[in-house]
């Protein structure tokens, strides 16, 4: 019996739950019309917000890249002998002219035998010219001549030897520049490579860094380019493209291009990180936004276009930024209008109503003048 009441409840269970289905639309409780639900939506009062026209204007089109800074010229000071160090001729931080003598290194010996050298020259250029003055009387044999002659340009040869062996002990500046910091200490020895300190003509910078393949053709010599560094953000340096790489690597489709800047001050170092600003010609008729129209989800930036009292949430693809402003390449028109205040709060197809005055209509449409 028991089984019997348990098979009738879930009979009548069954059942219910069948019409309140086939019946849903006329019951407001579960699927009907929501004429109360109504009532309330459109009694929700639009959100207030402001708004802004698009802009339309020419803008300067940049690519942003990093580099990093270098000297006009750079060179580590080496010695190409071995040697004592006997005189050391700078200071750090000097600078210097092309030509002056940095370090001297101990030649005694080299000094003395180009002494030698010089006085075995000397006697076989006389009796060379001896027996030049005697060929003529016949006195000297042209065969003795010849002979002297050839050791006359023997001894010219060793000496000249000698005296590049010694020159090697006298570093100089290869040209104007900047010295850095000491490296060896007077008496250390030295050897062929041994660096002893650095020079940079850092008068100029040179500033490399890559850009897109895409961007290559509106790249030419003479560009502006607008750089900072990063120990002094508040400073803009400028500067001209002067060399642009004959070929584009095939890996990161990208081609290095090279500027100099001006840096008579000295506020630039080789070595530093550099943002770097290219312009690559300009856009007549860039359709802006005010930055703070922009919101950005997902890695995506979106807007909100209000038409006719209503917000509608559009993606967008953000080109040049300008103070305050972005440049859109796609997803808005011309005669748009966008939200720029209550972007938290608006949802797709938010009622809204704008409280700044000076503005186009929501539609975005200009007001009609009046015929009156």
Not at 199 to 220: M, Q, R, S
Request: glycine share 8%.
């Amino acid at each position: 019996m028991k089984v019997w009441g348990q098979l009738i409840v879930a009979g009548v269970i069954v059942a219910g739950a069948a019409g309140a289905y086939i019946y849903r639309d006329s019951l407001p409780f579960i699927g009907g019309t929501p004429t109360t639900g109504a009532r309330q939506t459109a009694s929700v009062p639009a959100l207030p917000i402001e708004i802004a026209p698009i802009k339309r204007m020419e803008i300067t089109h940049t690519v942003e890249a990093v580099g990093t800074a270098q000297a006009n010229e750079a060179v580590a000071i080496t010695a190409k002998a071995t040697g004592m160090i006997e005189r050391l001729n700078f200071q750090e931080g000097q600078v210097v002219k092309a030509g002056v003598v940095l370090v001297e290194l101990e030649a005694a010996e080299s000094n003395a035998n180009i002494g030698a050298l010089r006085a075995a020259r000397d006697g076989a250029r006389m009796a060379y010219d001896r027996a030049k003055q005697l060929i003529e009387s016949k006195v000297v044999a042209q065969a003795r001549l010849d002979e002297l002659s050839k050791t006359y340009e023997a001894a010219e040869a060793r000496l000249r030897a000698e005296q590049a062996k010694f020159s090697d002990s006298v570093i100089r500046a290869p040209f104007t520049g900047k010295l850095g910091l000491r490296k060896v200490s007077l008496g250390a020895l030295v050897r062929p490579g041994d660096v002893i300190t650095t020079l940079d003509d850092a008068t100029v910078i040179k500033l490399e860094f890559e850009i897109p393949e895409t961007v290559l053709g509106g790249v030419t010599i003479g560009n502006t380019v607008s750089a900072r560094a990063t120990s002094m953000p508040t400073r803009k340096f400028e500067g001209i493209v002067t060399t642009i790489d004959s070929r584009v690597d095939p890996t990161t489709r990208a081609v290095r291009v090279r500027a100099q800047i001006p840096n008579s001050d000295d506020a630039l170092k080789p070595g530093m990180f550099m943002t770097v600003a290219l312009s690559v010609g300009k856009v007549p008729d860039a359709i802006m936004v005010p930055e703070e129209s922009l919101l950005a989800q997902g890695g995506e930036q979106f807007v909100f276009v209000i038409s006719d009292g209503k917000a509608t949430r559009t993606r967008v693809t953000i080109g040049q930024r300008l103070p305050g402003l972005a440049q859109i390449t796609n997803g808005l028109r011309p005669e748009d209008v966008v939200a720029i205040t209550g972007l938290q709060q608006l949802r797709d197809g938010s009622r809204v109503r704008p409280t700044n005055t000076g503005t186009p209509p929501v539609s975005g449409t200009l007001p009609q003048k009046s015929s009156s």
